[in-house]
């Protein structure tokens, strides 16, 4: 199952995000996951529901790991802040 792939501290928000496109929402976020490794990493998960004559049938995602991203945004966040302060 999807879930376990999901880091421990994120399942909740995957499977409420599950919930939520099973009803025929389409969601967008941001979750941990587990590398092969199992290391923690961040993916952008994009789920959308699978519509056959009214009816959700399926669920379709995509995943892309964003940690470098997620990385130096917080860098660059982190050095706004120490300049702010230095000034």
């Known amino acids: 199952p999807y879930i376990q792939l999901i880091d421990p501290r994120d399942r909740e928000r995957a499977a409420d995000a599950m919930r939520d496109v099973l009803a025929g929402e389409r969601r967008v976020l ?3 996951y587990l590398d092969a490794a199992g290391r923690s ?3 952008a998960l994009t789920a ?3 519509v ?3 009816t959700v049938a399926g669920v379709i995602g995509i995943m892309h790991d964003v940690t470098t991203e997620e990385v130096q945004r917080g860098l660059s966040a982190q050095a706004e802040r120490a300049a702010a302060v230095s000034k």
């Open 41 to 43: 990493r961040i993916g």
């Open 52 to 54: 056959e004559d009214g």
């Open 48 to 50: 959308a529901p699978i």
């Open 30 to 32: 941001r979750l941990r």
